[in-house]
């Protein structure tokens, strides 16, 4: 696994130290959430084949570390969700520190993620938002978003979705219903593996074009 080395921060000032940190640590909580993610679906794949049965009243050790890479994938998704929870606050902060005006604030830019159906187009807005003003591109709602932001945010809802009905359809217990679930399960995980991958890649980019020398001499001064 290779990190990427972000350039250092020009000035006295450090909010753009503190971006890189904040980069490099959900960089880091990314690849730990991939690799969990894809343990868990090689278990699931074997689930699918009937090799795994999480829901044996004798559970083996395959069973075990089914359930035990399950929990663990769920503390490194809150992990996560923090740590680049606080990557997006201090970005969309560095803009606003500077006079650039923002139609999100440091705080909704966050916030939107957990306010039902706002979640689904809110987010979305302010990331394609803070890439065109850390880019300084023009903006508008009406404007085609990049296409790394554009696909991260289609596999973001569509995994979501299908992870919800998977989760719905195991509560029936049907054995057709169960490898549906199984099925859609795998899909879902295939796609928020995909969604994390450019989630890093967008963060990159993003925290590399706000430590740019050039860039912040031609708008922030």
Known sequence: MTTTEYPAATGTDNDFARLSSRARNAEYAIFAYIGISAIVLVFE???LAGIVDPMSLTPGPLEDAYGLAAILMFVIFVGSV???SMWIYRAHANLRDRGIEMETSP?????????PIMNLFKPFQAMRELWSESHFESDSYGDPAPGAIGAWWGLWIVGNILSNVSLRMTSYGADDSITIAIALSVAAGAMLIACAFLLRTIIRDITAAQNTEVNMRAVFE
């Open 82 to 84: 923090v740590l680049v």
């Open 45 to 47: 794949l074997l689930e």
């Open 107 to 115: 705080g909704w830019a966050v916030g939107w993620f957990f306010v």
